[in-house]
């Protein structure tokens, strides 16, 4: 790592010194040689810093304050580390219970450590690392998680909140070492680790087992090697180049393989890339060849890797989780019998469909249901009001089928079995209505037609009567159990049982919609499976399912996800939290508690910070539209104002890019929003921020003659320093947790802190 | 003195004439027919009938120049409005001019295609190629059906592509004279116009900013020109491209509310003071109330939140259910609902908790901003109660009753404090309409509140209304507007209720200012939710690209006779090619450029790129929203994306004529293609305008044999 630092610290030097136009100074390049001499690959350090050396016709004014700039960078490190440590680790187990989406990342946690399967809308890796963590600090797995507000008790919860805490105490530092890339000032880079660290939302969302501080870890991680990788490009294919290409690539996988918003940054890392290969393109000094290698290297480190790693965190989560659980009935019927208790493990059961089963019939299109009724009538306006028919995702009594034939028959001996071209009739077991359709327009696919439950105890009329068709089928075939795809033809008016997959209303209890199309055309939407097949008068025989192949599994447990994610769809009553609320600090999220005795928590940023960040970014937009008509319209700038605005438009344009694709995607999103979501934009924000105000700073002298600039600049940087410390003061208990009156009353550890009337503490 | 002899000379391209016939002929001919109700005429019609009658509406779905165009036809033609728009296919009588209802779409949607011939020439594009986007668009069967009814995409559409022509004749034209200046304010007129029409215009409106605002910065770069002519050039393109639109569309709204005086169905989605300033329906409930609550007002009290429905705080005889549904108990008080309905029980009497009487003193004692309240119910005299009872269908907040004393050690808590939320000064009087108030629980310091949830049939599905703690911020639901109002004279119960059931009365005018009305409306515009369901002929944006569907505009009630929207298959795969082709040609050449490869001249390569600037940009500006978006789409949502790739279409087939085709030989054969699939363009034009002009009628088999996709609906009777 050391050869990596000096390398890496020799570069920002040289390019730092090339920006300047190569007004490079003999003193800055005298410590690049004493650093190198500690590192065994330092002849190539030295060639290079003797390059340098030649064309010096520097102004020795800047270069002193450079010099001061550079010695106390890892002493600042340190503390950046140390300051973002305390923070995050202070008071880090209270409190002792349950706070927000703890139920929910640390049952999953525990669920890794029982392997028990179980379904949720993000991808593995957060709630892996989640689980691992707490199985190295020694906990069972055997809390249940049930609800916010749980006691934890004798049970050890601190590794996997100190876990996230660790990851989220990484923050700082990795925005202090991007923004001293991109801006080489050791002011900026303060600046932005400064605001991070003292930053109450920033604490109180790593401190918890949450998602969040590992995906922001990921993001901010890859995003530093992007950059680190980009002050690589003078020297391609070296072991540095690789190495820092090769780990934006892990760290995408990790972004990824947390939560899907880690698509974002790799769109940040794909239109880098598509920018730094249409540079290499126009370099006609290059040849074709060339940039063909460069091309495939990108691809093999920025797709393929992270593609093998992302589909390898897979492999783990299912290899983990090998136990029926509670996430089973998302997914088909060939996947659950992969899990062991699950009834379609090993199943044993009645071979070909037969009448007077009971039955279970999932649709097979990925993440349908089962067919399902219940005692709940269309309401008025939807068709005819009669009993709902829909797709259920869970187990449930209700998904109980009886076959029988078209007119009621009294069986004795063995059963009879149902042959493709019969007509049948489908009984729901719980509520003896038939299953039934007719010409009404179904509730939500008007081209289709309502399917209902009709009749009492099994008798109906004519619109009761479907057609089995086995796919691939003759007349006379056999149903067989699981592994036949089966169709519905509906006889009176020729329509197939269809399953939309779209959600219905409130009225129909969020399930999916089930309806009979008249579409013919053979979709899996529109074929089904029978799953449990029960018959006493049957032999059982074990049945072997087609086991699925990992990408089967892989495609479907995506597409079960992803309609999970966009099921989350705003309820009606719930306080929905809007994209523009975010920026503005305009409404946070309750942890914990609610009232005056219980110890609450408040998920709200440092308000100074975040309108700090707004106000920056505006200036941001000010400064580089000025500086980009200036330079269009040809006007002469001095050396040192070339330099800001190349950072401004190169680093501050690169920061600004992240933080619009953080944030911008959230518009157009349908699911449910939380306040939280905006976490990984703010980071972005608050580096643009660092950038920005330190470029201000030293703009003074623009207003001012020397030396009040550089007085300007010190006390800036004090006052910003002691406002942003005093609002953490201020806030903390935010952040730490607070008992007492709440804010509006007097004597409460927040009176008069409750700036905004949104703010619920 | 005139130099005589007075000449004129006139310079007329004999093509654009000659399209323009065209368009005028297959745009307009038998404009009549059929004289019934077309498809989406229903819906357009019952605007254009408010507007007749001035009647105040709210139509979500696009800003009102659009309605008042269709309007204007109506009125030129002597339409009354009475006629009533129930259902598609109904005959419209002989008092209506049916011609004179279209014109004016189909109007524009004429010419629309003049209009293309002239973009392609500005895009520097020869005559030929300008021909041939013309006949393209000429022959699309279905702008043709689009514009031959009381329809607006036509209007969009001509809207556009007369701002883009104008900002290119303005960029185009050589020297910075005064009639250039004009082609400017005329492309931001047409801009605010196609806003004006359709939310759907401010992609195409964007679309053109972004090319002024790239040529705008070329000239900032260009150094010989000197820093005041930039910058009144910049401060030209800013007026006449972003300020002149955007006061245009305010202008729009100006001349809408000017028009609309009249209450109408929508009157109750909007505030109570915009009400009151419609004629008729509220205000003339309202005419004259007193202005300031006092105790012993009677009053009715709407809820400010519009979501679900607009409703007033009302009770009725009939109690909380011992037991719910899910087993939880309650108060077994008396109900209080929120009812969407005016009537008699949603009258309120304001209380002085302090003493008995219900009148109203001389002279009346006002409320104020924090005085507190009983409110008692005006039919059941119970008083307006809320504890700590959990509510019936949103548990986590407090029951609110009319308060039953059933001796269960169970106390009346029914003082209220009255909180203005928006008050000017603190002792501000609680005023009818204008004062939006918070009742405050004074035991609990819970929040009347309307959750919005109906309740059972034991509540006859009315709306439940809640205490609950503030913790939130402002939220529309926490607040109440007293409406109806009038100072209470009776002591005696009997009548007391007959006072209630008699009309209000007396006379005040109260005003709100353009301003104030433009953004409530405007607002309500842009949240109102329309219950979004899928339509019978409803499709996905991925569907139109391969016209997998169509949509059935009307059916002759007894023939086969029938009008479709289809697009002609033939132009629909050009128009799909050409976009493709663009697309590989731009990335090879850009890929070869990089390298330095120059294939193109320099003039050729600024001709190829604002090509695609216009043309592609816009079809994708057209397009990629929509796959953003949570609506019911239609096929005619991609009309106007349609045209862009009309436009790219020739300009793609010269270009590759002058600049891809070295030999003679290929020119020919390309010439050759051209014609020939301009030809089949037109084949197919006249295959399926009997589906466009709705005559002659077909056969079942003929039909049948019109459905070229699986996926179409066409319909026929088998006799």
């Given at each position: 790592m050391a050869n990596a630092e000096c390398v890496s610290k020799w570069n920002s030097q040289r390019d730092a010194s090339s920006l300047r136009s190569r007004k490079t100074v003999p003193t800055s390049q005298k410590t690049s040689h004493s650093k190198c001499t500690a590192v065994p690959e330092n002849r190539d350090c030295q060639k290079r810093a003797e390059d340098d050396a030649q064309p010096s016709n520097g102004s020795s004014a800047q270069l002193s304050v450079e010099l001061n700039d550079k010695t106390p960078s890892k002493v600042q490190l340190m503390l950046v580390a140390g300051l973002s440590l305390c923070t995050r680790l202070y008071r880090i187990t209270q409190p002792p219970h349950v706070c927000w989406d703890e139920t929910h990342f640390g049952k999953m946690g525990s669920y890794y450590i029982n392997r028990t399967f179980f379904f949720d809308v993000h991808p593995p890796l957060g709630k892996m690392l989640i689980g691992l963590a707490g199985y190295m600090t020694g906990y069972d797995g055997s809390f249940p998680f049930s609800k916010p507000g749980d006691k934890y008790e004798q049970h050890n919860y601190w590794g996997m909140r100190g876990f996230c805490a660790l990851l989220g105490s990484f923050l700082p530092v990795f925005a202090y070492l991007i923004v001293l890339e991109l801006s080489q000032s050791h002011g900026a880079a303060l600046i932005a680790a400064t605001l991070l660290i003292f930053d109450t939302g920033c604490i109180t969302i790593s401190q918890y087992i949450l998602l969040d501080p590992i995906l922001m870890f990921f993001i901010m991680a890859a995003v530093l090697s992007m950059v680190k990788f980009n002050q690589q490009r003078h020297r391609p294919f070296s072991a540095f180049w690789w190495l820092w290409l090769l780990l934006i690539g892990v760290n995408l996988a990790g972004a990824l393989g947390v939560k899907f918003v880690g698509l974002f940054v790799i769109l940040l890392v794909g239109l880098n890339t598509i920018w730094d290969l249409w540079r290499l393109l126009g370099d006609l000094s290059l040849s074709l060849v060339d940039v063909a290698k460069h091309f495939a290297a990108r691809v093999i480190g920025l797709i393929l890797l992270p593609l093998f790693l992302y589909v390898a965190i897979f492999a783990v989560h299912f290899v983990v989780l090998n136990k029926s659980g509670?996430?089973?009935?998302?997914?088909?019927s060939a996947f659950q019998s992969r899990l062991m208790g699950n009834n379609l493990h090993n199943a044993s059961m009645p071979e070909y469909l037969a009448y007077g089963s009971t039955i279970t019939v999932k649709n097979l299109r990925i993440a349908g249901g089962y067919l399902h009724s219940h005692w709940h009538l269309y309401p008025e306006g939807v068709g005819a009001r009669q009993q709902q028919v829909t797709a259920y995702l869970h187990k449930d009594y209700n998904n109980l089928w009886l076959v029988h034939k078209q007119h009621n028959d009294s069986q004795s001996g063995t059963p009879d079995l149902v042959r493709h071209g019969d007509i049948i009739r489908l009984e729901h077991k719980e509520t003896t209505r038939n299953l039934h359709s007719h010409l009404h327009e179904a509730p939500l696919t008007k081209k289709h037609f309502q399917v209902t439950g009709y009749g009492i105890n099994g008798t109906g009329d004519k619109n009761d009567l479907w057609q089995v068709e086995v796919c691939g089928g003759r007349k006379g075939d056999l149903v067989k159990v699981l592994r036949s795809k089966v169709r519905f033809l509906h006889q009176?008016?020729?329509?197939v049982l269809y399953s939309s997959g779209k959600t219905l209303p409130k009225w129909g209890w969020e399930q999916v919609e089930v309806t009979c199309s008249p579409y013919l055309k053979e979709t899996p939407s529109s074929q089904w499976n029978i799953e449990d097949h029960i018959n006493p008068k049957l032999p059982n025989i074990s049945l072997s399912v087609l086991k699925p192949n990992f990408l089967e599994i892989l495609l479907e447990s995506h597409i079960v996800m992803l309609r999970g994610n966009s099921g989350l769809k705003p309820k009606d009553n719930e306080m929905n939290s809007k994209p523009w609320h975010w920026p503005l600090n305009y409404q946070g999220l309750r942890f914990s508690g609610v009232n005056e005795t219980e110890y609450r928590v408040y998920l709200l940023g440092n308000p100074v910070i975040w309108w700090l960040n707004l106000t920056t970014l505006g200036s941001f937009v000010i400064m580089v539209a000025v500086a980009s008509i200036s330079d269009q319209r040809g006007f002469t700038l001095g050396p040192k104002r070339k330099k800001h605005s190349r950072v401004l438009m190169r680093g501050g344009g690169l920061l600004l890019l992240g933080w619009l694709l953080h944030y911008v995607p959230f518009y157009t999103m349908g699911r449910i929003l939380y306040y939280h979501h905006y976490f990984p934009a703010m980071l972005f924000n608050t580096m643009l921020t660092g950038v920005t105000l330190d470029i201000l700073f030293k703009s003074a002298d623009l207003l001012l003659h020397p030396p009040y600039p550089a007085w300007l600049q010190r006390t800036g940087h004090m006052v910003l320093l002691a406002t942003v410390v005093f609002s953490f003061y201020l806030f903390h208990p935010l952040s730490y947790g607070m008992t007492g009156p709440l804010a509006h009353e007097a004597g409460s550890p927040m009176a008069g802190l409750k700036w905004m009337d949104s703010w619920e503490f | 003195m005139l130099p005589l002899p007075l000449v004129v000379t006139a310079r007329v391209d004999l093509i654009l004439v000659l399209v323009s016939l065209l368009a005028l002929w297959t745009r307009l001919s038998h404009l009549g027919y059929p004289s019934a109700v077309v498809f989406d005429e229903v819906y357009y019609g019952q605007f254009v009938s408010l507007y007749m009658k001035r009647v105040f509406f709210i139509d979500d779905s696009g800003p009102p120049l659009g309605h008042m165009i269709l309007a204007l036809g109506a009125y030129l033609g002597g339409f009354d409005g009475n006629f009533l728009w129930n259902r598609i296919g109904a005959e419209y009588p002989s008092t209506v001019n049916v011609w004179c209802l279209r014109l004016l779409p189909a109007l524009c949607g004429a010419l629309c295609v003049p209009l293309v011939y002239l973009l392609t020439l500005e895009l520097r594009f020869s005559h030929l190629s300008a021909l041939g986007a013309a006949l393209l668009l000429l022959l699309e069967n279905s702008l043709i059906v689009q514009s031959r009814f009381m329809l607006l995409e036509s209007v969009l559409i001509f809207f556009v592509l007369l701002a883009f022509f104008s900002y290119l004749r303005f960029h185009n034209a050589p020297t910075s004279s005064w009639s250039r200046c004009s082609w400017l304010l005329l492309s931001g007129v047409s801009c605010g116009a196609a806003v004006g029409v359709k939310y759907m215009g401010v992609f195409s409106y964007l679309l053109l900013l972004g090319v002024a605002s790239a040529h705008t910065w070329k000239l900032i770069g260009d150094r010989t020109v000197s820093h005041m002519h930039v910058l009144v050039q910049c401060a030209c393109r800013l007026a006449c491209l972003v300020v002149v639109p955007i006061l245009l569309y305010v202008f729009w709204f100006y001349v809408h509310l000017s028009i609309l005086n009249r209450s109408g169905p929508h009157d109750q989605l909007m505030s109570s003071a915009f009400q009151a300033s419609l004629q008729g329906g509220l205000s003339r409930i309202t005419q004259g109330q007193p202005l300031e609550v006092a105790y012993g007002s009677q009053v009715t009290l709407r809820n400010s939140a519009s979501q679900p429905i607009p409703c007033w705080l009302h009770s009725h005889k009939a109690n909380y259910p011992i037991r719910y549904e899910s087993g939880r108990g309650s108060s077994h008080q008396q109900q209080i609902t929120c009812y969407p309905f005016k009537d008699v029980n949603n009258w309120w009497i304001v209380k002085?908790?302090?003493?008995?009487?219900l009148v109203v003193d001389t002279p009346p004692r006002p409320i104020r901003h924090g005085d507190v309240i009983q409110l008692l119910h005006g039919m059941t005299s119970r008083f307006l109660n809320s504890h700590d009872v959990a509510a019936?269908?949103?548990?986590h907040a407090q029951e609110v009753s009319g308060y039953i004393d059933f001796n269960v050690s169970m106390p009346a808590q029914n003082l209220w404090r009255v909180d203005i939320s928006n008050r000017g000064a603190e002792s501000e009087v609680w005023k009818t309409i204008l004062s939006e108030v918070r009742l405050v629980h004074v035991n609990t310091s819970a929040v009347l509140k309307l959750s919005g949830v109906p309740l059972s049939d034991w509540g006859f599905r009315q709306l439940e209304v809640v205490a609950e703690k503030l913790f939130k911020g402002h939220s529309s639901s926490l607040g109440w507007t007293v409406e109806e109002h009038r100072y209470g004279t009776s002591q005696e119960q009997k009548e007391r209720e007959a006072e209630l059931h008699s009309p209000t009365h007396i006379d005040v005018d109260r005003k709100i200012s353009f301003w104030a009305k433009f953004v409530e409306l405007q607002w309500k515009m842009l949240t109102l939710k329309q219950e979004e369901s899928e339509h019978k002929y409803s499709s996905g944006p991925l569907e139109w690209i391969t016209m997998e569907t169509n949509i059935a505009y009307w059916l002759h009630a007894s023939t086969n006779a029938q009008i479709h929207l289809i697009g002609n298959p033939v132009s629909w795969g050009v128009a799909n090619l050409s976009l493709l082709a663009y697309q590989l040609l731009a990335t090879v050449y850009l890929l070869r450029r990089r390298r330095g490869f120059k294939d193109l001249p320099d003039g050729a390569w600024d001709q190829f790129l604002s090509l695609g600037c216009v043309c592609v940009g816009g079809w994708l500006v057209n397009f990629v929203p929509f796959l953003l978006m949570d609506k019911t789409l239609f096929l005619y949502h991609y009309l106007p994306a349609l045209c862009y790739l009309h436009l790219l279409s020739p300009a793609l087939v010269e270009h590759a004529h002058t600049h891809l085709l070295s030999s003679v030989t290929y020119q020919r054969a390309m010439c050759m293609c051209a014609s020939a699939i301009l030809l089949s363009v037109f084949l197919s034009y006249q295959t399926f305008s009997p589906l466009t002009y709705g005559r002659p009628e077909l056969s079942a088999n003929q039909l049948q044999g019109l459905k070229w996709k699986e996926t179409w609906d066409i319909l026929y009777r088998r006799r």
């Open positions: 509670p996430g089973d009935g998302f997914f088909s009176a008016t020729g329509c | 002085d908790p302090g003493r008995q009487q019936p269908m949103s548990p």
